[in-house]
C-alpha cells in the first residue's frame, strides 16, 4: 500500500511566521502535489513537483514555495503566514501516466493567528 | 473555461441506492476520477473512467458520457460506512499531472 505521510495533522502559527509543511512518500512516486482544501471549494493546486528539484506552480502558488530535494519528500513553505492561509493542506503522490491515481497524505489543518 | 459541477449534500437510506452526478466542462479531456473522502481524513481512489460506459467495482460503479460531459457514481446496499464526501475530478489533455476538482458532494446515510 501506497503511504503518505505529513509531518503534523493539526498546526497553529502566527502571522508573518515561516511554516514548513512536511510530505513523505514511500512509493518512489515521481509526482508529488499539494493542495488546499477549503468548505465549498474543491481541491485547489498550490504546486506540484514531476521530479526531484523540478517543480511546476498550480493555480494559487502565491505565497507559498516548495522544495524537492529528495524523490520521497515535498516541503510547502509559508514565507510568511497570513490569516487567509488558514486551511486544510493535503499532500499527494502519483506515478506517471494518465490513469494513475494520486495518493493522499490524511491532511494538516493549519491554523494562522 | 474549466469547471465541474457536483450536488453539495445528498441524503439516502441505508439499504437503497444513490446516485452522485458529476457535470465538466474543460477545454480537453483525459479522463474523469471518484474518490472517497471521510471527514477529517485523506481522499481514497475509487474509479477512473476515460471510455463512455460503465465501470462497475462491488458495489460502486461510475458511469460517463465524454459527448455529454457528465459522471455518475452509483453506490448501491448503501451502508452507514458510506458517508462520506465523494469527490469529482477531471484530468486535463494538456497536462498529465494537474487535475480539476469539483467541490464534492456530501453524502449522509440515514437508518
Known amino acids: 500500500d501506497v503511504k503518505v505521510t505529513q509531518s503534523s495533522r493539526y498546526l497553529v502559527k502566527r502571522t508573518g511566521e515561516k511554516v514548513f509543511l512536511e510530505c513523505v512518500q514511500d512509493?518512489?512516486?515521481?509526482?508529488m502535489f499539494w493542495y488546499r482544501q477549503d468548505p465549498g471549494l474543491g481541491l485547489r493546486l498550490i504546486y506540484f513537483?514531476?521530479?526531484?528539484?523540478?517543480?511546476e506552480k498550480g493555480d494559487i502558488p502565491e505565497g507559498y514555495s516548495v522544495s524537492r530535494e529528495k524523490k520521497e519528500r515535498f516541503s510547502l513553505i509559508l514565507e510568511s503566514a497570513s490569516t487567509n492561509q488558514t486551511s486544510m493542506y493535503l499532500c499527494?503522490?502519483?506515478?506517471?501516466?494518465?490513469?494513475?491515481?494520486?495518493?493522499f497524505g490524511d491532511g494538516t489543518r493549519l491554523s494562522i493567528l | 473555461g474549466q469547471n465541474i459541477d457536483q450536488p453539495t449534500e445528498m441524503t439516502a437510506t441505508e439499504g437503497a441506492i444513490v446516485q452522485i452526478n458529476c457535470t465538466y466542462q474543460t477545454s480537453g479531456f483525459n479522463g474523469l476520477f471518484w474518490y472517497q473522502q471521510h471527514a477529517g481524513e485523506a481522499p481514497t481512489f475509487l474509479s477512473y473512467?476515460?471510455l463512455d460506459g460503465l465501470e462497475e467495482k462491488g458495489r460502486f460503479s461510475s458511469f460517463l458520457s465524454r459527448s455529454k460531459g457528465y459522471s455518475y457514481l452509483l453506490l448501491k446496499e448503501l451502508q452507514m460506512k458510506d458517508s462520506a464526501s465523494y469527490l469529482c475530478a477531471v484530468k486535463r489533455r494538456d497536462s498529465n499531472y494537474q487535475l480539476i476538482w469539483g467541490a464534492g458532494t456530501k453524502l449522509i446515510i440515514k437508518p
Open positions: 499527494a503522490s502519483s506515478l506517471t501516466g494518465v490513469s494513475q491515481p494520486q495518493h
Open positions: 513537483s514531476y521530479d526531484v528539484k523540478m517543480k
Open positions: 512509493m518512489d512516486h515521481e509526482n
Open positions: 473512467n476515460v
